[in-house]
């Protein structure tokens, strides 16, 4: 029988989720950038900030585009931090483990100059306290270390001015070089996720697959007879009738 989800894995489905559809906006954006993007600044910019005139509502078309694109991506990636510490808290607690508060999962990723380090320090805390197996310690810091500077490079790639796709700036600079950073960061992310997920899934089954076996182990030795067994004589191997059908010998004592 199928155990049902925890609200550790319903997290983290969240944020395979989130992730997947950021990466999508993004790409969305880049792809505009790319076809429209730079032309669209250059018109702009040749307003001159008369956003009266004809040449101006001619590109509210192509500009609206370019916002709803942009809100997308800023809701995308919103939620993919929201559904991060919502899953990061539910592992933190799960399986009988030490619940991590909300407010220090905040503090470590928005308070500036901490959020550089504190981020990869909580994960690897979560995961130690999911007793992984032995072993596994060299893999997962890999893993751990490569996720978090490939979110600080996409980071520095996104927020650089102008991008590092383009001579030129464009309307929000991102490029291919932006894209594939992001999708690196992403899936390493989903990866952590992963792991600890497993660790916390595995840590609660356990215990009751054991109680599982035992209790059919213990309910094939209690069970009682069916009833048509009950009534139904045993058979007797031939030898054991052939004794049975004779008295037993008595064996008298012989008088002084």
Same mark, same amino acid.
């Given at each position: ?9 319903? *997290? ?30 250059? /018109? ?19 500009? *609206? ?23 990061? !808290? ?32 909580? $994960?690897?805390?979560?995961?130690? *306290? ?39 700036? /464009?309307? !929000? ?10 999708? $690196? ?9 992963? /792991?600890? !997920? ?51 010998? /008595? ?6």
């Amino acid at each position: 029988m199928r155990l049902a989800r925890t609200p550790t894995q319903r *997290s983290a489905t969240a944020v395979y989720v989130s992730l997947l559809v950021q990466f999508a906006m993004l790409t969305a954006i880049v792809i505009f950038e790319a076809v429209r993007g730079r032309r669209l600044a250059e /018109e702009l910019s040749a307003l001159g900030g008369d956003h009266r005139s004809p040449d101006a509502q001619a590109l509210v078309g192509a500009a *609206s585009v370019f916002a709803v694109l942009l809100l997308m991506l800023l809701a995308a990636t919103f939620a993919a931090a929201a559904y991060y510490a919502i899953w990061l !808290t539910r592992a933190a607690g799960a399986g009988g483990g030490r619940s991590l508060p909300a407010s220090r999962v905040l503090a470590g990723w928005l308070v500036p100059g901490v959020n550089l380090v504190a981020p990869p320090l909580i $994960v690897d805390r979560v995961w130690r *306290s999911a007793a992984p197996q032995p072993g596994g310690r060299r893999r997962w810091l890999v893993l751990l270390y490569a996720w978090w500077l490939s979110c600080l490079g996409a980071l520095a790639l996104v927020l650089a001015p102008g991008g590092a796709s383009t001579a030129e700036a /464009e309307l !929000t600079g991102l490029g291919p070089v932006e894209l594939v950073a992001v999708a $690196v960061a992403a899936v390493l992310c989903a990866a952590t996720v992963r /792991e600890i !997920t497993a660790l916390r899934t595995a840590r609660r089954t356990a215990p009751t697959r054991h109680r599982t076996c035992a209790g059919r182990i213990t309910g094939l030795a209690a069970r009682p007879m069916a009833a048509g067994e009950a009534g139904r004589p045993r058979r007797q191997s031939p030898s054991h009738a052939l004794i049975s059908s004779h008295p037993p010998l /008595e064996v008298s004592k012989r008088s002084s």
